[in-house]
C-alpha cells in the first residue's frame, strides 16, 4: 500500500516543498498518494519541469471536494519514454486495481469493493479520454488514417467498455456478486483483446511515426488530463 500524504491542513506555502520532499525520500518503484483540496496542475508542471522523465502521475480521484494522485517514483527514469511504454504502463496498474476490487468481492467486502471499482473506473475512463483526446487524433493526422483506420475500432470498443462499466457499477452498489461476475468476464474479454491490439499495434505505430519531441508532448498533456 502506498503511504497517502494529505496536503489540506498544511497552509498552502508549505505544500509543495513537503511533497517533493516526500517524493525524494521514495525508493524507485514506490509511490505515495497525494490528497489535495484543489486540482494539483501546478504542482503536476514543478514535477514535469524538475524530474522530466522519472516520475508517474495517476489521478485517483478528480473533485469536486477532494483530489487525489497517485505519484510514482519510476523505477527506471527515462525522459524519452515511449507512448507504448506509458500508456502500457497504465492498462497494467489498472489491472492491478480491478484484481483488488474482484478480491474484494470475492471477500464480501462491498465498501472496499466500491471505493476500488470507481477508483478502477474514473482511471479507465480518464485513459479512453486520454486516447481518443490526444493519442487519436495526432495518430490519425499523421497517418490520414481516420474513418477506416484502428482508432475507428478502438473507439468503438471504447463504447462497450464504457456501457460495462455503468452496468458493473450497478451490481456492486446493488452487492450482486453475480452480477458483478456476469459484468467481469464481458469486461476482461473486450478489454484484454482491445489493450493488445493497442500494446501491438496502435501504440507501436504510434511511436514509429511521432517525432521525440511529439511523443514527449503526448506524454505530458496526458499527465495533465
Ligand atoms: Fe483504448
Ligand atoms: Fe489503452
Known amino acids: 500500500m502506498s503511504m497517502i500524504l494529505d496536503v489540506r491542513e498544511l497552509v498552502p506555502k508549505d505544500r509543495h516543498s513537503k511533497i517533493f520532499d516526500t517524493y525524494n525520500k521514495l525508493n524507485p518503484g514506490e509511490s505515495f498518494i497525494l490528497v489535495n483540496d484543489h486540482e494539483p496542475k501546478p504542482l503536476l508542471y514543478q514535477f ?3 524530474h522530466d522523465g522519472e516520475f508517474d502521475w495517476w489521478p485517483l480521484e478528480q473533485g469536486p471536494q477532494a483530489w487525489r494522485v497517485s505519484v510514482v517514483k519510476r523505477e527506471t527514469p527515462d525522459p524519452d519514454r515511449t507512448i507504448t511504454e506509458y500508456f502500457q504502463t497504465d492498462h497494467r ?4 486495481i480491478y484484481e483488488r ?7 464480501n467486502r462491498w465498501d472496499e469493493a466500491a471505493a476500488d471499482f470507481r477508483e478502477f473506473s474514473l482511471g479507465l475512463k480518464r485513459h479512453i479520454r486520454v486516447e ?3 493519442l487519436f487524433p495526432v495518430f490519425e493526422d499523421k497517418t490520414g488514417m481516420h474513418d477506416a483506420g484502428p482508432t475507428f475500432v478502438m473507439k468503438m470498443e471504447h463504447k462497450e467498455i464504457q ?7 450497478g451490481s456492486t452498489d446493488g452487492h450482486d456478486a453475480a452480477g458483478v461476475s456476469n459484468g467481469s468476464s464481458s469486461l476482461i474479454s473486450i478489454l484484454m483483446d482491445h489493450n493488445m491490439k493497442e500494446e501491438h499495434i496502435l501504440y507501436p505505430e504510434s511511436d514509429a ?3 521525440d519531441s511529439e511523443r514527449k508532448d503526448v506524454v505530458k498533456r496526458s499527465q495533465a488530463a
Do not use: M, P, T, W
Open 132 to 134: 481518443e483526446e490526444i
Open 163 to 169: 456501457s460495462l462499466l455503468d452496468k458493473i457499477l
Open 101 to 107: 476490487f474482484q478480491s474484494a468481492v470475492h471477500a
Open 209 to 211: 511515426f511521432l517525432s
Open 48 to 50: 514535469q519541469a524538475e
Open 93 to 96: 496498474r489498472l489491472d492491478g
